[in-house]
């Protein structure tokens, strides 16, 4: 049940057999969730955290009524919608399920309590958010220093198979640039 997260945390640093015991007696997955589905709407506090197993998920935000993708989440990503879920406060990003997904949750309540239990979850979770501030720093360069084409580039390096998971729509809004801009870019390749 939960070995296909632990072993993915093993990967971040070593975890104890008691720790990877009370994981997986906390975690519920993984379970099916279909294409289409929202599992966080923006204004709702976030008081979950995923594992995606298979499949893809999205965060977006809104801005004048259209959808900006900030992350695609493929498999062996974890999901935390990091502002709402630490502070507590409504988010500013919904998210959804792009393709039918298999999912691993834990509730913030029993993995908060897990902290009391085992300090070396601190280390692995320092190791997450370095990897997701990481992530975004690269994402911010990104869209600050390359061209468009160049983003393009960037965004098939890190994910070859984009197009046949997510709408033109939502890639053209995670590079910046409009369907029509991605269209002519994808036309010249």
């Known amino acids: 049940m939960g070995n296909i997260y632990t072993n993915y945390l093993e990967t971040l640093a070593p975890i104890s057999e008691g720790l990877k015991e009370a994981l997986v007696q906390y975690m519920v997955g993984p379970y099916p969730v279909k294409k289409g589905t929202i599992l966080l709407r923006e204004g709702e506090v976030s008081d979950r955290a995923y594992f995606v197993v298979k499949g893809m998920l999205r965060l977006y935000y809104t801005v004048k009524k259209k959808q900006v993708t900030s992350r695609f ?9 990091y502002y709402s879920y630490f502070s507590q406060q409504p988010s500013y990003e919904s998210l959804d399920v792009l393709e039918d997904s298999e999912l691993i949750m834990v509730t913030r309540a029993d993995f908060e309590g897990l902290y009391a239990f085992f300090p070396e979850l601190h280390n ?4 997450q958010l370095a990897k997701s501030v990481v992530w975004s720093d ?3 360069m990104m869209l600050r220093k390359l061209s468009a084409k160049e983003r393009l580039e960037a965004l098939l ?12 729509e939502q890639i053209a809004s995670f590079l910046g640039v409009s369907r029509e801009t991605l269209s002519r870019i994808r036309s010249h390749r």
């Open 138 to 140: 690269e994402r911010s």
């Open 124 to 127: 692995l979770m320092r190791q």
């Open 73 to 81: 989440l493929p498999e062996y990503s974890t999901v935390i919608p």
């Open 157 to 168: 390096q890190k994910f070859p198979d984009i197009f046949l998971r997510a709408s033109v």
